[in-house]
């Protein structure tokens, strides 16, 4: 991927849900919602402190999170639909 977000942001792939519920009734994509879990694609390299120090972002390229339903800002790079939103946005990261 050629693009690099900047300071405390990070680009995400949604990863899609399940077409289908537990007790095999195949969801329409209308009736779908957007997943809230995803992969971290890039990251940014930190915020700044007040004293101008840069602080690493806790998450890392491949990391599974969570965030919330309407974070971040949706954008196309690569023909891949992906978002960028800040590290703030992310409820946490989910262990495999």
């Known amino acids: 991927m050629k693009f690099r977000p900047l300071h405390d942001r990070v680009v995400v792939r949604r990863i899609e849900s399940e077409e289908k519920t537990k007790g095999g009734i195949i969801i329409p994509d209308t009736a779908k919602e957007k997943p809230q879990e995803g992969e971290i ?55 495999l």
Request: zero cysteines; proline letters at 4%.
């Open 41 to 95: 694609v890039a990251v940014g390299p930190g915020a700044r402190d007040e004293a101008g120090r840069v602080n690493p972002l806790d998450v890392k390229a491949g990391d599974r999170v969570l965030f919330g339903k309407w974070s971040g800002t949706e954008v196309k790079i690569d023909g891949q639909d992906l978002l960028i939103m800040k590290e703030s946005d992310i409820m946490g990261v989910v262990a």
